[in-house]
């Protein structure tokens, strides 16, 4: 069996066969020449398919060990998808209660207008899950680890309840990647990225993929995909592509720099704490190295005194750029309780520990001693003052 790294060069891409073109062409156009009516070579609109965009739903399918994979114009559109293709009014969904703030907005804002239930619950709890499971439960959704507190499902556990309980199992491997983490390989029913964070990997394009491991939920996905038609243009399918093909490097490149500024920050005198897997100090250290190959590209830290220093904070830095999304090669911070979480109502923000103080941090991979010391600078430089101590 091939290696993710060679999968995301080499599969289902070779050289063109007419001019010999080592790189999957962008197929841009809209329409394709049929012989005759009714009948065509396998594409007639590009909404329906398209060369470049077969050729990216291939790859991410046989990275992530799926049979199938779907490919859309954002992960929030793969998420629409997903759930207008299989759920029902009077269906119950068990969803994490720490997601992304633009999946809790759908959920909670869009998807409930259609007489769909759902239960936002810690799934770091196994014991929860069984809690508020109904006799309409249709599906359990999930990110592992989460945005922005970087919990940890045991998906071993999670997927397990699901097939006890016939129910449809849906992981946001989004923060993990196929190359760190593959749900499908467990057992899991359906894996969705947002392909604008690490897979496309460089910030320059939007996209969202639904992978299914089996046959069973492709002919809905593929009609809800082609009838609602938010899929992505060729252009962007090529970027994605290119993207995809250095993902191996990118990841371990993001894991190293992550793991050595998390040990930087958690021995910082003005960091209250820091949340990453990689860190014994995590609660489910364990748990991350059991079902993930290492610990990915995300930090979160809070810092000491509140919003004002936060605040202080962001408007010294040099190298880290004050943005929303992640997983591109420049390293980013944002305040999710202001930002990419906004759309929670404060007081679930609260409780989830979504603070005013709470700094998510996309690691890039640029040189890594530069980065220790552009945080140093901006927490007010305390490493300098221990070193000097």
Not at 34 to 47: C, I, L, N, T, V
Not at 181 to 204: E, F, R
Request: hydrophobic share 40%; glycine share 10%; charged share 20%.
């Amino acid at each position: 069996m091939s290696g993710l790294k060679t999968k995301a060069i080499h599969s289902g891409q070779e050289p063109d066969p007419v001019t010999g073109a080592v790189i999957t062409p962008i197929y841009q156009t809209t329409t394709f020449a049929q012989p005759a009516p009714g009948q065509h070579k396998g594409y007639e609109y590009s909404r329906t398919g398209n060369p470049t965009r077969t050729v990216l739903e291939t790859v991410l399918a046989d990275m992530e060990d799926g049979a199938h994979g779907f490919c859309f114009a954002s992960g929030s559109a793969a998420l629409a998808t997903l759930a207008f293709a299989l759920l029902r009014p009077g269906d119950h969904v068990i969803v994490g209660d720490d997601v992304y703030g633009g999946t809790y907005r759908f959920l909670d804002k869009v998807l409930s207008n259609f007489g769909v239930d759902m239960d936002f619950i810690d799934m770091a709890d196994p014991a929860s899950f069984e809690a508020v499971r109904r006799d309409t439960t249709r599906m359990v959704f999930l990110e592992s680890p989460t945005n922005p507190l970087l919990k940890l499902t045991d998906l071993e556990a999670l997927i397990g309840f699901a097939k006890k309980h016939g129910l449809i199992s849906v992981v946001d491997n989004t923060f993990a990647t196929p190359y760190l983490q593959q749900p499908l390989t467990l057992g899991a029913d359906i894996v969705l990225h947002s392909m604008t964070k690490y897979i496309g990997g460089h910030s320059d394009v939007v996209g969202g993929a639904l992978i299914l491991k089996t046959d069973k939920y492709r002919e809905a996905i593929a009609f809800h995909q082609n009838s609602i038609g938010a899929t992505p243009d060729p252009f962007a399918c090529w970027l994605t592509l290119r993207g995809l093909k250095t993902l191996g490097v990118r990841m371990e490149a993001h894991c190293k720099n992550a793991m050595e500024i998390a040990q930087f920050l958690e021995a910082h005198p003005k960091v209250e704490d820091v949340i990453y897997p990689g860190l014994p100090s995590h609660p489910q250290h364990a748990l991350a190295k059991k079902q993930m190959a290492a610990f990915g590209g995300m930090i979160s830290l809070r810092i000491k005194g509140g919003k004002a220093e936060t605040d202080a904070f962001f408007k010294k830095l040099q190298y880290f750029t004050l943005a929303e999304s992640l997983g591109g090669i420049e390293s980013l911070v944002e305040i999710p309780a202001v930002m990419t979480h906004a759309a929670i109502e404060p007081e679930i923000r609260a409780r989830l520990g979504i603070t005013d103080n709470l700094v998510r941090v996309s690691v890039g991979i640029e040189d890594v001693e530069d980065l220790k010391a552009d945080l140093d600078r901006a927490l007010g430089g305390g490493r300098a003052k221990s070193a000097a101590a």
